[in-house]
């Protein structure tokens, strides 16, 4: 497969695939100490409203290894959404995306509806959703890197939920065969035809791209959706052996998957990692509420670098 354009990138990279000697530097240096389990990206704080500097640096550091941290506050089940709102600004987040369906804070309300346009979206139900990053149907310059939850309340059962660094989901791509990243870096690799209402008009223009693609900073962002409608991939032999591997990694839970519950008062600091979301049950006082907030922007601090 010939090579895609990428266009030149300000700073050396790890993920060009012509920085091989880069590359295994930051592989050997992204595995070491690397978290364990979920357990290890977990930081207890008293309050995201009020985040201390120690609790702060705790967290980033988490992020700059795994590129996401879990918080376990003191907030319980308050549904103030300055709570999630002051967690993003403490990481630098400014850049929100406010999608159709988000509340007026720009935050979106996940939880069960029975009526009005969302009833008809997976997010509104409690049905499972597979594996994907956000915003993989967006445009190339309006892309998710960071993506942050809180949660409000816990369903009755289930609603647990799988994460993966999504440069582990790389390397892994990488090192069993570098074709795969050069047919995940193509602009065909993935399309996501357009949407279209009940009136005929499109409100959503198809939108293809790559999965995987590098920022002017040199960091990583993904895009991928491992749902099988309304999905279109690039049919070529090395794409499809790709995506087949891809979905090994992700579903054979390896040591690099973490799976858990988040409980009231606890959230996701993210840079969009890969992540999938158990079916659940609700009863009268256990009704899932989690605070979704999606980002333009990365969280400080975590752009990516190589010892010498």
């Not at 009020?50 to 700059?64: D, G, I, M, V």
């Not at 369903?155 to 090192?175: K, P, Q, S, V």
């Not at 895009?223 to 794409?239: L, S």
């Not at 049950?281 to 333009?296: C, E, G, K, L, V």
Request: hydrophobic share 35%.
């Amino acid at each position: 497969m010939s090579r895609p354009h990428q266009e030149l990138q300000p700073v050396a990279s790890p993920f060009s695939l012509d920085e091989n000697d880069l590359f295994h530097r930051w592989r050997d240096q992204k595995l070491t100490n690397y978290p364990e389990n979920l357990a290890d990206l977990i930081v207890e704080i008293d309050d995201p409203r009020t985040l201390s500097l120690t609790e702060f640096n705790a967290l980033q550091h988490r992020c700059k290894k795994a590129n996401m941290a879990i918080y376990v506050s003191k907030t319980g089940t308050d549904p103030n959404p300055e709570i999630p709102l002051a967690m993003g600004r403490a990481f630098g987040l400014e850049s929100m995306n406010k999608n159709w369906l988000a509340d007026e804070t720009g935050l979106t309300s996940l939880k069960v509806i029975d009526e009005g346009i969302r009833q008809h979206y997976i997010p509104y139900t409690n049905k499972a959703i597979n594996w994907h990053t956000d915003g993989y149907y967006n445009t190339v310059d309006k892309q998710i890197h960071a993506l942050n939850l809180h949660v409000v309340q816990q369903a009755a059962e289930g609603g647990e939920n799988a994460l993966m660094d999504h440069e582990i989901a790389y390397l892994l791509l990488r090192e069993r065969n570098p074709e795969y990243i050069y047919a995940l870096m193509q602009n065909n690799a993935l399309t996501i035809p357009a949407r279209i209402d009940e009136g005929g008009s499109v409100v959503r223009k198809e939108e293809s791209g790559p999965v995987f693609s590098i920022t002017p900073e040199g960091n990583l962002h993904m895009r991928y959706t491992i749902r099988v409608n309304n999905v279109i991939w690039a049919e070529d032999p090395v794409t499809q052996e790709a995506l087949s591997y891809l979905g090994q990694i992700l579903y054979k839970n390896t040591q690099y998957v973490y799976r858990g519950r988040l409980e009231a008062g606890m959230g996701l600091v993210s840079n969009n990692v890969l992540h999938d979301r158990a079916a659940f049950t609700d009863d009268a006082t256990h009704q899932r509420h989690y605070y979704r907030a999606r980002y333009f922007d990365r969280l400080v601090g975590t752009n990516v670098t190589v010892k010498d």
